[in-house]
T-cell receptor, first 110, second 113 residues
Framework: RKEVEQDPGPFNVPEGATVAFNCTYS??????FFWYRQDCRKEPKLLMS???SGNEDGRFTAQLNRASQYISLLIRDSKLSDSATYLCVVNMRGAQKLVFGQGTRLTINP | GAVVSQHPSRVICKSGTSVKIECRSL??????MFWYRQFPKKSLMLMAT?????????EQGVEKDKFLINHASLTLSTLTVTSAHPEDSSFYIC?????????FGSGTRLTVV
C-alpha cells in the first residue's frame, strides 16, 4: 500500500466550478500535512498546510481527519489559473522528509 | 521567504558521462537538504537526504555509488549522477527546510542521450 494515495484524475471542470480532492495516508504516526501545487515542468510550491481544525485560505479549504487518515482540499469558484497538479504531502513525526502522493491533475476549462 | 537556487535548470549529456547538479540555500543555512527525482506524470520520489558534514542517507533502491551527494557547507549540496544512462533521464529537484517550511529548488531536467 502506498504511504500517500490520491486519485490521479485528471479532473476537467468548467471555470467557476467547485472541485474536491481527496487523499489518504497509511502511517498513523504522520504529523504534518500539506497541499502543494505543481505546474508543468516546475517545482512544487506550497499551497497550504492542513490542520485538524480545518483551515481556509480564500477559495481554498483544507480538512484533516486523523481518525480516518484522510485529507481533503476544496477549491471554490475555480479559475483558469488553478489548472495544475495538486500534491498531497505528509511528514512523519520525528522525520524530516516529506512523502508525496502521486498528484491529481486538474484542468479548468473556459 | 526562503529561496533555494538550483542549477543547471536543464542539461543534456552523453551516455556514460557524469553530471553535477548544485543546490544552494540563499538566505538561510540548511543542515539538511533533500534530493528528489520525478519521472513524467509521476510524483516526486525521495532519493536521499543530504546532511552537512556527514554522509548522505539514501532511500531503498537508490545506488549511492551512482548518485554521489556532497554537502560540504551549510548552504550548498551537490548531486552528481555518475556514468549516466538514458534511464537516468528525469527531473531532479532539491529541497531544504527553513524553520518549518520546505522550499524547493526550480529543478534540473536531465536528458541522457
Amino acid at each position: 500500500r502506498k504511504e500517500v494515495e490520491q486519485d490521479p484524475g485528471p479532473f476537467n471542470v468548467p471555470e467557476g466550478a467547485t472541485v474536491a480532492f481527496n487523499c489518504t495516508y497509511s502511517n498513523s504516526a504522520s504529523q504534518s500535512f500539506f497541499w502543494y501545487r505543481q505546474d508543468c515542468r516546475k517545482e512544487p510550491k506550497l499551497l497550504m498546510s492542513v490542520y485538524s481544525s480545518g483551515n481556509e485560505d480564500g477559495r481554498f479549504t483544507a480538512q484533516l481527519n486523523r481518525a480516518s487518515q484522510y485529507i481533503s482540499l476544496l477549491i471554490r469558484d475555480s479559475k483558469l489559473s488553478d489548472s495544475a497538479t495538486y500534491l498531497c504531502v505528509v511528514n512523519m513525526r520525528g522525520a524530516q522528509k516529506l512523502v508525496f502522493g502521486q498528484g491529481t491533475r486538474l484542468t479548468i476549462n473556459p | 521567504g526562503a529561496v533555494v537556487s538550483q542549477h543547471p535548470s536543464r542539461v543534456i549529456c552523453k551516455s556514460g558521462t557524469s553530471v553535477k547538479i548544485e543546490c544552494r540555500s540563499l538566505d538561510f543555512q540548511a543542515t539538511t537538504m533533500f534530493w528528489y527525482r520525478q519521472f513524467p506524470k509521476k510524483s516526486l520520489m525521495l532519493m536521499a537526504t543530504s546532511n552537512e558534514g556527514s554522509k548522505a542517507t539514501y532511500e531503498q533502491g537508490v545506488e549511492k555509488d551512482k548518485f554521489l551527494i556532497n554537502h560540504a557547507s551549510l548552504t550548498l549540496s551537490t548531486l552528481t549522477v555518475t556514468s549516466a544512462h538514458p534511464e537516468d533521464s528525469s527531473f531532479y529537484i532539491c529541497s531544504a527546510r527553513d524553520t518549518s517550511a520546505y522550499t524547493f529548488g526550480s529543478g534540473t531536467r536531465l536528458t541522457v542521450v
